[in-house]
């Protein structure tokens, strides 16, 4: 990321199983977040320690790769609980796995009746306009509930 002008900063856990909030307080001394209108964290490990574990994060994105099978909501039902949306990325290669689009999604809604979900791809591109205005229609959300709170 930072090749291509990315203001990024890895934080080593010491080998625990996922970032925790004191994690990422640390970080923020050592990186410049001025004019940041948006911030990533990628949680590590599997989709059961991170779901535990409230970053501070305003939303949460779960990335479930088609090539990790359409069990995982069932398996992993909190990661899906706390989450606003998943992606299912690397759609270019459902035609060559077992997995399925509407089994996935059926299990997530189960889980969580409001998670909204998408579709991507980086090898096409599928997606990813879609996934690019979600940010941009929640970074502005933000903006308008900051302004709101400054008249009040």
């Known amino acids: 990321m930072r090749e291509v002008g990315i203001n990024a900063l890895q934080i080593v856990t010491g080998?625990?199983?996922?970032i925790e909030a004191q994690m990422i307080l640390q970080a923020l001394d050592h990186i410049d977040l001025t004019g940041t209108d948006l911030l990533f964290?990628?949680?590590?490990?599997?989709?059961?320690?991170p779901s535990a574990f409230d970053l501070g994060e305003d939303y949460r994105v779960?990335?479930?790769?088609?090539t990790e099978g359409d069990d995982k909501p069932k398996k992993y039902p909190r990661m899906f609980l706390t989450s606003e949306l998943m992606l299912v990325s690397k759609s270019d290669l459902l035609p060559y796995v077992p997995f399925t689009v509407e089994a996935?999604?059926?299990?997530?809604r189960e889980v969580n009746p409001n998670i909204e979900i998408m579709t991507i791809s980086t090898t096409n591109g599928e997606g990813i306009d879609e996934w690019c205005n979600w940010l941009k229609d929640k970074?502005?959300?933000k903006k308008e509930a900051r302004l709101q709170a400054e008249v009040k």
């Open 15 to 18: 080998g625990v199983c996922h």
């Open 41 to 49: 964290i990628e949680n590590v490990g599997n989709l059961l320690c």
């Open 62 to 66: 779960t990335l479930l790769a088609t």
């Open 104 to 108: 996935v999604t059926k299990d997530a």
């Open 139 to 141: 970074v502005k959300q």
